[in-house]
């Protein structure tokens, strides 16, 4: 079993190893990547691929501290990140009042705040006050409805500008690393080049200081689109339907339970 990294060791990868973070919702998966990944992201995603919704928009606090509780129960030794619902971190306070219940209901070792310059006081905030911080700057699925839809970012002098000085301030507001999401390769190096701390990507090319995908995705599990970025390790979605498939045959001719799996 590994060691359970903390926020000196993760700083302490920039430019040594890349990161693995991974997402997990629940106490099975999260026991089941336990072994590989360095941190484990309870990310909002889950409203989508767990909840069945279109975006991560109604994703509650209560949801998250549900879901966050039992990864921490699954994966002990991993490091947990819980993501902050859209809606929670609007203000200093109430992002304060609401990493605080995240804090004190679950294990979670930080918490994850969508957001560049416009959040710095926030992260300074939280961290001033001891709540570990992971930012997310690029593409950011909260602002999908106020954006239009999901956009590549740094296609554009103005928004390469734009997100080295968004990194630069979630840094020097005191995150101990940041998430970078659907970002131009060349931009998301030279942001990852511009702050002290990791820079993981999930889009943005693998010349950053570590990578995370969304589990449904990468297992295949998630079938109602795929983007450009994710690589399917497994056809989960497949795997899974041929075995109902198999196990509903056997219920119906009487062929399962044998007499191996009968009392
Ligand atoms: O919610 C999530 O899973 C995320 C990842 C896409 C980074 O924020």
Same mark, same amino acid.
């Given at each position: 079993m590994s060691k359970k990294l903390t926020i000196s060791s993760i700083k302490k990868t920039k430019g040594v190893k890349p990161l693995v973070m991974i997402t997990a919702y629940d106490a099975l998966f999260a026991k089941l990547f336990e072994e590989s990944?360095?941190?484990?992201?309870?990310?909002?995603?889950?409203?989508?691929?767990?909840?069945?919704?279109?975006?991560?928009?109604? #994703?509650?606090?209560?949801?998250?501290?549900?879901?966050?509780?039992?990864?921490?129960? &699954? =994966?002990? +030794?991993?490091?947990?990140?819980?993501?902050?619902?859209?809606g929670t971190y609007t203000t200093e306070e109430k992002a304060l009042e609401n990493a605080i219940k995240v804090f004190q209901e679950t294990a979670a070792d930080c918490v994850k705040i969508e957001g560049g310059r416009d959040k710095a006081a926030i992260i300074q905030y939280l961290t001033d006050n001891g709540i570990a911080v992971c930012g997310h700057i690029g593409l950011l699925p909260q602002s999908v409805r106020s954006e239009g839809g999901y956009k590549v970012k740094g296609k554009s002098k103005e928004e390469k500008e734009a997100l080295i000085a968004d990194a630069k301030a979630v840094a020097s507001a005191g995150a101990f690393c940041m998430v970078i999401?659907?970002?131009?390769?060349?931009? #998301?190096?030279?942001?990852?080049?511009?702050?002290?701390?990791?820079?993981?990507?999930? &889009? =943005?090319? +693998?010349?950053?200081?570590g990578q995370v995908l969304v589990f449904s995705d990468m297992l295949g599990l998630f079938e109602a689109f795929t983007p450009k970025f994710v690589k399917k390790y497994i056809d989960g979605a497949t795997l899974v339907k041929n075995a109902v498939a198999s196990y509903a045959k056997e219920v119906e001719s009487r062929a399962f339970p044998s007499e191996e799996h009968t009392y």
């Open positions: 990944a360095d941190m484990i992201l309870v990310g909002d995603s889950l409203n989508m691929s767990f909840a069945g919704k279109s975006d991560t928009l109604s #994703a509650t606090l209560q949801q998250m501290i549900y879901h966050t509780n039992a990864v921490c129960e &699954g =994966a002990p +030794n991993s490091f947990v990140i819980c993501d902050m619902p859209f999401e659907g970002t131009k390769a060349d931009v #998301a190096k030279t942001v990852a080049e511009a702050v002290s701390i990791p820079v993981i990507g999930i &889009g =943005a090319g +693998n010349e950053v200081d």
